[in-house]
């Protein structure tokens, strides 16, 4: 236990299967100066989390035991698009909740579409931001508080429960959870 | 001094494009994430956006060419072509999207035809003029590499004083 606080960045996870989405969002995270891996399904995701191996697609699968050794690159952040073919974010959202080892991961929803019930049961199912499209910096820059809250390690004191002031995070008015309120974008 | 010009003319362009509604806040975003790690940023995000659009444009005119028009499929295509066009603020383009999916649901073959049409119109106008804004950067890069980066250094210090350059939409 150093008391050097390591100046490990930041890995997320992006999910969009749209080329150009992917290319922004990356820009938009390495401006914050976190590493990034980009793919382009939820299926892919699910892979490079190490959760396909032995899940079933039963939906009421019981958390995975989490002997298996997936990866030594951890993800301290998802973030996700909505509409995707084949699994939606909303599915890999409910398999990454579903997940013993996986659970605590802060995972965002990215949408182009305003529809308060689908913000609503993204929240629900423990979504920490619903982020409509176009992603820009000032949605990024609502990431940190997630990520310094679940690096626990990261810290000299090991308290995980420790969080920064995430008010200003929580009750962001423009672009979050409190948008659909506003009138509908189209 | 021919840096003055060159921004001068890349500014005036900008600034029409803006008004015009060609683009919105969103390509503004676009610039600002441009820096001298990554030079060529909008460029491969515009050339992405042209490579994406021209073939959904084409998928379109097929699918709606069909004897039984599926309209889910047409829906999907305009759906990524809406999220693609936004991304790059390409406003025109996305408005049009947006009116498409209400014909896609009223399940009318010909008012998406017409949206088609439509769409292709405002495709080509935005790339023309996003070509054109382009070469003005391109050669303001020219002349910048000639100055050992005095125009890119012009430029951040415009953006970091509030930036005055990629927020022109706001004068619409």
């Known amino acids: 236990m ?9 890995h997320v996870l992006a999910v969009d299967d749209s080329l150009i989405e992917r290319k922004l969002i990356e820009r ?32 009421d699968s ?7 050794t997936h990866h030594e690159v ?24 579903e997940s013993t080892s996986l659970k605590d991961i802060p995972v965002v929803i990215m949408s182009s579409e305003n529809v308060p ?23 990024v820059n609502k990431l940190r508080p997630h990520l310094m809250r679940t690096s626990g390690k990261r810290t000299e004191d090991h308290q995980p429960n420790k969080r920064k002031p995430m008010e200003e995070c929580m009750l962001s008015p423009d672009r979050t959870r409190a948008r659909y309120n506003d009138d509908l974008e189209l | 001094m021919e840096v003055d010009q060159l921004q001068r003319s890349f500014v005036e362009y900008s600034r029409l494009l803006f008004h015009e509604g060609f683009l919105d ?11 001298e790690s990554n030079p060529d940023f909008v460029l491969e995000v515009v050339s992405l956006f042209f490579e994406d659009s021209e073939r959904l444009l084409n998928d379109l005119t097929i699918a709606l060419d069909q004897q039984n028009v599926e309209f889910k499929k047409i829906d999907a295509h305009v759906h990524q072509l809406k999220g693609s066009s936004s991304s790059i603020g390409a ?3 996305k408005n049009v999207c947006i009116a498409f999916r209400n014909l896609c649901d009223e399940q009318n073959a010909e008012g998406c035809l017409r949206c088609l049409q439509q769409v292709k119109q405002e495709y080509l106008l935005v ?23 005095f125009i890119f250094q012009l430029e951040q210090q415009i953006v970091a004083a509030g930036g005055a350059i990629p927020m022109l939409n706001e004068f619409c």
């Open chain 1, 2 to 10: 150093s008391a050097i606080v390591t100046e490990t960045q930041f």
């Open chain 1, 28 to 59: 938009l995270l390495k401006t914050s100066s976190y590493q990034v891996t980009a793919v382009d399904s939820g299926v892919k995701a699910l892979e490079y989390l190490g959760l396909l191996d032995d899940e079933d697609t039963s939906p």
């Open chain 1, 62 to 68: 019981t958390p995975v035991s989490t002997t298996k």
């Open chain 1, 74 to 97: 951890e993800v301290n952040l998802i973030i996700t698009d909505y509409c995707m073919p084949g699994i939606t974010g909303y599915d890999l959202l409910r398999k990454i909740k």
């Open chain 1, 117 to 139: 019930s689908r913000i609503n049961s993204c929240l629900e199912q423990g979504a920490e931001e619903f982020f409509l499209k176009p992603v820009r910096q000032s949605d």
């Open chain 2, 25 to 35: 806040g969103q390509f503004s975003q676009l610039q600002l994430l441009q820096d």
């Open chain 2, 91 to 93: 406003q025109r383009v």
């Open chain 2, 127 to 149: 790339k023309t003029k996003l070509e054109a804004l382009l070469r003005e950067r391109h050669d303001k890069r020219v002349v910048h590499d000639l100055n050992c980066g």
